[in-house]
């Protein structure tokens, strides 16, 4: 079945410090991978996404590539602030029965101090 | 425009009793999912709505756990006899489609606490 597992938590870094959350994935076919994010008292968001084998995505200074040939699709950005703090999920939708449904990581929580 | 949209907020049952909770998603949107966030578990899939098509129910727990979406629109998820391992926050979420590139758009959840 399909899977996502990610970089166990939690993360603390310092503001301005470089963040990379491992997320790696098995599924049928070619998956859209995702990542969404949940701040302190709100519901998930999407953050970024990516459709198909070479794609980054990118959003708020963050970015993600879709890489087949590793199944990996590791969120990184290059200087984290206070606001980045939040939990992170990785997630895929596949093709075939699994149509629609989004599979998620365990989530990693963020928490950047100044 | 408006978002998704749960109700309640937060529920507070006793063990064995039932529960209804209850989302409205962003209107047009033709995809519709229920998920659950639990400490132990993560966040599960539950249940899939697509237009007319029959849902994909392939998350669902038990027979305990069962989901409506009335006129492609509002969707009721009931819980019959709740037990604690129950308790969890309750997510719904919309797309225009159920394409696997569409984005899912969550609503803020239902709390509920099984006593």
């Known amino acids: 079945g399909n899977s996502v597992t990610q970089m166990e938590g939690p993360v603390t870094l310092s503001e301005e410090a470089f963040l990379t959350i491992n997320c790696t994935y098995t599924?049928?076919?070619?998956?859209?991978l995702f990542w969404y994010v949940q701040y302190p008292g709100e519901g998930l968001q999407l953050l970024l996404k990516?459709?198909?084998?070479?794609d980054k995505g990118s959003n708020k200074g963050f970015e993600a590539t879709y890489r087949k040939e590793t199944t990996s699709f590791h969120l990184e950005k290059g200087s984290v602030q206070v606001s980045d703090s939040a939990v992170y999920f990785c997630?895929?939708?596949?093709?075939?029965?699994?149509?629609?449904?989004?599979?998620f990581g365990q989530g990693t929580i963020l928490t950047v101090h100044p | 425009g408006a978002g998704v949209s749960q109700s309640p907020s937060n529920k507070v049952t006793e063990k064995g009793k039932d529960v209804e909770l209850r989302c409205d998603p962003i209107?047009?949107?033709?995809?519709l999912y229920w998920y659950r966030q639990s400490l132990g578990q993560g966040l599960e899939f539950l249940i899939y709505?697509?237009?007319?098509?029959?849902?994909?129910k392939s998350g669902l727990p038990s027979d305990r756990f069962s989901a409506e979406r009335t006129g492609g629109s509002v969707s009721t998820l009931t819980i019959q006899r709740t037990q604690q391992e129950d308790s969890a926050v309750y997510l719904c979420?919309?797309?225009?489609?159920?394409?696997?590139?569409?984005?899912?758009?969550f609503g803020p959840g239902t709390r509920l606490t099984v006593l």
């Open positions: 990516a459709t198909k084998a070479d």
């Open positions: 209107s047009g949107h033709t995809a």
């Open positions: 709505f697509q237009g007319n098509s029959a849902p994909d």
């Open positions: 997630a895929l939708k596949a093709g075939g029965t699994s149509y629609g449904k989004l599979t």
């Open positions: 979420a919309s797309s225009e489609e159920g394409l696997p590139w569409d984005e899912q758009f």
């Open positions: 599924a049928t076919g070619y998956p859209s």
